[in-house]
């Protein structure tokens, strides 16, 4: 248990240090801008709080917005995700409920319900973001631009990373 | 009372929610509210010492070719230095000039941090509080102007980029006079807009474009960049021109703070303009 949270804090600095000084300096284009940073709040256990949750998103986005100098942008969209993980959650329930062992990865639960659960956040983050950052609707349309494709490559660095360093352990784990 | 408490107590979920959004809400429109610093930027400094550390290795990589740079200007001054004159005048009078006082002074910069991608950018230059760096100074490089100072910490300073939504400066067509305000439209960091030019304004495609005099940061006449295409949009009265930025916003490294000595009397007697009118 113990152990667990060591994991988590450690993904959280790992990831808000990737975000930063990494994701940040890579320029594709105006329109492709990934935070994969996410992945820590969707990576959370499934008997995590709910309210816990919620204040873990907004520091993780007041962390992120400390390297990207845009004050509330990134925590109220991550504690907006948070929010709603909740209810995504709900959503996605197996028939039988979430099992004890069951962790929000893409091997304990399968690519399907992987995908449609980080995409959907994904893509609730990122509406929620470059909207708050942009804050005019004369861009509308380049803005929404922005958003889907941020939030394509938000998902396949996700997906990607899953597969990298998820992996499950040899078969008595 | 008891029923409320009852009902929060209940939903707390969502109620804690709509505190912690508020409270980021909040953040955002707090800076929006023009220079006030907040901790929530670079330049505060957990972040900032990240910020220079990770600096500090990545320069070892432009290394080689800010070498050349910094050759090729030390080539530069040394033509111009005295000692490379031949001097034919004869000194007679040393005159202390009291007619043409300093207006600008610059100070060197580095470039810790910088973004273009994105559609607020913003640079963290290695100047602040200590070295007499104040919020609302210009930025310029050698090729063109870069922003202006928003947040200043001790050692620190955080500058909104011409890359910015909220920022627009006074542009000049150099040949003609006639300015027009020029902002950033989000697409392409090589481009952007001016707006509001007078339709008599003689233009042409590559056309110089530099600041004019009515910008408090910058000084008059430093080059914004060139005229790419122009046209009046339909149910305008004025030319909407796309200008192609001179500054290389992706290669700074070193830029110059722009210190503008009759700053403070300048704004304190247009302030007292603005009073007015509303009264």
Redo the contacts between chains.
Sequence with gaps: MLSDIFKHIARFILLILIQGLIIKNIDLSTYVNPFPYVLFILLLPFDAPAWLVLILGFITGIAVDMFYNTPGVNAAACTFMAFSRHYILRLLSPREGYEFTMQPGIYSMGSPWFISYAGILILMHHLFLFYLEVFRFSEFFHTLATVILSSLATLLLVVVSQFLFNRPKAQNA | MRNLVIFIYKN??FF??LL??F?????????NYYHRA?????S?S??SS?YSS?DNARVYLSLKETNLLLAKENAALRSKMMSSYMDFTVKTLKVNDTAFKQQYEFEEAKVVNN??????N?L?LNRGKNQGIETDMGVISSTGIVGVVEHVSDNFC?VMSVLH?DHVVNAKIKKDGNYGALSW?????QRATITGLPTHTKLAKGDTVVTSALTVSYPENILIGTVESFGIKSGETSFTVKVKLSTEF?KLEYVYIVRYAYKAERKKLEEANKTDKNN
Excluded: C, H, P, Q
């Excluded at chain 2, 409270?23 to 800076?31: I, M």
């Excluded at chain 2, 973004?115 to 607020?120: E, G, K, L, P, V």
């Design positions: 707390y979920f804690l929610f912690l959004e409270f980021a809400v909040y953040l955002v429109s707090k800076n907040g901790f929530v930027n670079s505060n957990l972040v990240i990770y973004s273009t991608n994105r559609r607020n913003y963290t955080t939504k439209d989000g697409v392409d960091y992706k």
